[in-house]
């Protein structure tokens, strides 16, 4: 069975910085891209950030570029966000979710049930 | 890059349909054939509903379709059921390789 499992998600303050994991398992991890997307209170789904299949190209959503970075381990099959200077927008679930393709088309065959992150003082 | 525009809320009753639109730009919806629609129920994640437009991944009932017309794309549901009261977003591919969302239709059957 196909399944993503995030982790790392806590309270923060503002400023700060936190590492969100997402374990894989049940397909073959580095044949398809990866993707972050949160989720605000209230508020509908953001793209966040996309790698693709191979980690050789990454990509970023305007409000967190310069802030944030994907990586993935293929040899773990586990997906990574690196966030740094963490503002209280940034509060919100984020999602690991396996794209389609392997490169980050935004079809997302498969989520985690996500990580909360809070953002405040 | 903005969000897509969808209407709030859309709603029918059991057996009839509901269309849900999308507006993008030419930088998105009307540039590429990769628009997603996700069904979100409360407390839960995403499930992907509609991908490149028009194809349903496995176990998506086919009452469920969509479609596209310059930058507007749109989502159907046929015979809606009590099961399909949720929230819909639709997600286009669009220019520097990043991924854009609607903000969402609430749809409710009466």
């Known amino acids: 069975e196909e399944q993503l499992l995030e982790s790392g998600g806590g309270l923060v303050q503002p400023g700060g910085s936190l590492r969100l994991s997402c374990a894989g398992s049940g397909f073959s991890f580095t044949n398809y891209a990866m993707t972050w997307v949160r989720q605000a209170p209230g508020q509908g789904p953001e793209w966040v950030s996309g790698i693709t299949g191979s980690g050789g190209s990454t990509t970023y959503a305007g409000s967190v570029k310069g802030r944030f970075t994907i990586s993935r381990d293929s040899s773990k099959n586990t997906l990574f966000l690196q966030m740094n200077s963490l503002r209280a927008e940034d509060t919100a679930i984020y999602y690991c979710?396996?794209?389609?393709?392997?490169?980050?088309?935004?079809?997302?065959?498969?989520w985690g049930r996500g990580t909360t992150v809070t953002v405040s003082s | 890059q903005s969000a897509l525009t969808q209407p709030p809320s859309a709603s029918g009753s059991p057996g009839q349909s509901v269309t849900i639109s999308c507006t993008g730009t030419s930088s998105d919806v009307g540039d590429y054939n990769y628009v997603s629609w996700y069904q979100q129920h409360p407390g839960k994640a995403p499930k992907l509903m509609i991908y490149?437009?028009?194809k349903r991944p496995s176990g998506v009932p086919d009452r469920f379709s969509g479609s596209k017309s310059g930058n507007t794309a749109s989502l159907t549901v046929s015979g809606l059921q009590a099961e399909d009261e949720a929230d819909y977003y639709c997600?286009?591919?669009?220019?520097?390789?990043?991924?854009?969302f609607g903000g969402g239709t609430r749809v409710t059957v009466l």
């Open positions: 979710a396996k794209d389609l393709r392997i490169w980050s088309s935004g079809g997302m065959d498969l």
């Open positions: 490149e437009v028009t």
């Open positions: 997600s286009s591919y669009a220019d520097s390789n990043i991924a854009v």
